[in-house]
């Protein structure tokens, strides 16, 4: 196995309305034009679509860590949220 984590993401923090399931396959693809393979909560709840899932090789490193935050910081910031 190795390192499992999510991050869920929401409209508001306060909330914690989640975003809509479009913005988590947005995400999703665009980091994987990245290179960076992630995983998304799919369908698993009614209006609960909005985790993104980040599981690395347990042998992962911190330049390879450092390398995903990379590239989810730059997904993030290219993403218009409604």
Known sequence: MGLFAGIELVSNRATKEPVPESIAITIAGE??????????????????????????ALIAGRSDIEEIVA????????IKLP
Do not use: A, Q, Y
């Open 71 to 78: 590239i989810l910081e730059d997904v993030f910031s290219s």
């Open 31 to 56: 980091c994987t034009k990245r290179g960076l393979l992630i995983g998304r909560t799919n369908r698993s709840f009614d209006n609960f679509n909005n985790t993104l899932c980040l599981s690395p």
